[in-house]
């Protein structure tokens, strides 16, 4: 999928390019001029630097012949990148390239080498599209559970205070009220800011961006420095990705220096942040439900609340979405909006204004004798947790939870995320999430293991009719339907809540390196409706 790129680019001398990555320019290429930067030979464009980078299961040199046929102009790469130019064949007729390379040339183009060319991508590709973040005011959201939520938040905010805003993140791009849909939660450094450079084109004033710890890793989003940068929490995620949670941590950590950002707002409430706020090297907002912060949550009732701050000042505010941790969110909102300059009272008014955020704890209306039914992105132990926490006490009946778990991603979560299913549901459907190249029922017995360990002797559950568990080879569609049915089977169905956790907004689920058409919305409507769910049925 080619990400939007700007109309107009001012060609840059590839000397330029070469000086800022740091290489030797070779011999003939001063003539050569980049307008575009892509890391995927199937995305480049005429005039395209292409990065060849290595990768988990290929070099993007083996990749540089169909480059050149698409119009890439140079090549930036690694020692081993370069080493392979020679036997890559060109899969071009274009007259002003040769598929034989000389020192410094691959096909007939520059090729710029670096030991390590991602480590410079984000400033090469910031100036080829102009330095478009330094004519954005950019808002950057990190930590496990909430960036979705509070990027929503803001961006939801902003646009009540008449600013044209940019939205990028896990569930899509959004340029005014234009959608893209996004391929990860933080786009890789060529795509940020070509986006960013489309956004500058088309009047954007202000964009709301998530950071995953990846990105900050990957220096994706280097050349891009954030206004107010955001810290909501850090919990057990992405360990097969980082070392441990200190690394885990210190990914997360480099959002809060000054090449980064100007300001930030932490939140207080785990040792995480605690630890953020003893090293960050930017000037902080700190926000807490108990600890001593600057802005504290005063004790409400959900959905109002109040956040009282330094000198007597304080925030009336409501929150839209349930559970404390929205609370939270929304505070976290507010404080940014603050930061970004706008009085206490326009805030107020702009968060009052309710936001769609989907995915998460988004309502899927049925009957009127339905039971509640949601879905949400919750696939941390924590976030479970924290979910099924907020339910529990509006629930007055049957909390019923659809829980799955990721193949190929931190294993050893799911234990965790199992058990904290079953210390609040009811009703515990374990299925398949996306289980990707691991075995299915392998997945499922771990989390029923993490689940039975939270049963109490007796099996006595949350409510009055006791705990049950339920899993089956039949796939995710028919656990949905499974759980509409043990919520309606139970005393006064209205009274009773089901929730599918783990895949929120998605519309896929990977299984064996397939992609299938899956929407758990889509699923919850159809069981709603006593029908089978067939994804490639329009909705």
Known sequence: MRSPRPAAVTPLPVAVVARIAGADLPAGAD?????????????????????????????????VGAAVASGACAVLTDPA?????????????????????????????????????????????????????????LVGITGTNG????????????????????LLGTVETRIGDRRVASAR????????????????????EA???????????????????????VFTNLSQDHLDFHADMADYFTAKAALFTPT?????????????????????????LTLATHEPADWTLLPGVWPAFTLAGPDGASL???????????????????????????????????????????????????????????????HTPEAVDAALAALRPTTPGRLVVVLGAGGDRDRGKR?????????????????????????????RAELLAGARSAQPPGGAGPGAGGRSLHTSTAGRAAHIARAVALARASGRPADNTVVVLGKGHETGQEIGGTVHPFDDRDALRAALADRPYRPEDPT
């Open 185 to 204: 939660t933080t786009p890789e450094a060529t795509d940020l800011h070509a986006i960013l450079a489309v956004m500058r084109e088309e009047g954007i």
């Open 81 to 137: 990148g370069a080493s392979r130019l020679g036997s890559v064949r060109l899969e071009s007729d274009r007259p002003d390239v040769a598929d034989t390379g000389s020192d410094g040339a691959a096909h007939g183009i520059p090729v710029l080498v670096v030991d390590d060319p991602r480590a410079v991508l984000g400033q090469v590709a910031a100036e080829v599209y102009g330095h478009p973040a330094d004519d954005l005011r």
């Open 316 to 378: 009336a505010l409501h929150c839209h979405l349930p559970g404390t941790f929205n609370v939270l969110n929304t505070a976290t909102a507010a404080l940014v909006l603050l930061e970004l300059g706008f009085p206490a009272r326009d805030v107020e008014a702009a968060l009052a204004v309710e936001p769609v955020v989907p995915g998460r704890m988004e309502l899927v209306p049925g009957g009127a004798q339905d039971p509640r039914c949601l879905v949400d992105y919750a």
């Open 31 to 63: 003539a050569v001029a980049v307008t575009g930067v892509s890391l995927d030979s199937r995305a480049v464009l005429p005039g395209d630097l292409y990065a060849a980078l290595p990768g988990a299961r290929a070099h993007g040199a083996d990749f």
């Open 147 to 166: 960036k979705t939520t509070t990027a929503y938040l803001v961006e939801s905010g902003l646009r009540q205070l008449g600013v044209r805003t940019g």
């Open 207 to 229: 964009v709301v961006m998530e950071v995953s710890s990846h990105a900050l890793a990957q220096h994706r989003v280097d050349g891009a420095r954030y206004e107010v940068a």
């Open 415 to 443: 234990l965790a995320m199992g058990a904290a299913a079953a210390r609040w549901a009811d009703d515990v459907v374990v299925t398949d999430d996306n289980p990707r190249s691991e075995d299915p029922a392998a997945i």
């Open 260 to 284: 980064r950002a100007g300001r930030g707002v932490v939140c207080l409430d785990d040792e995480w942040g605690r630890r953020l706020a003893d090293r960050a090297e930017i000037p902080l």
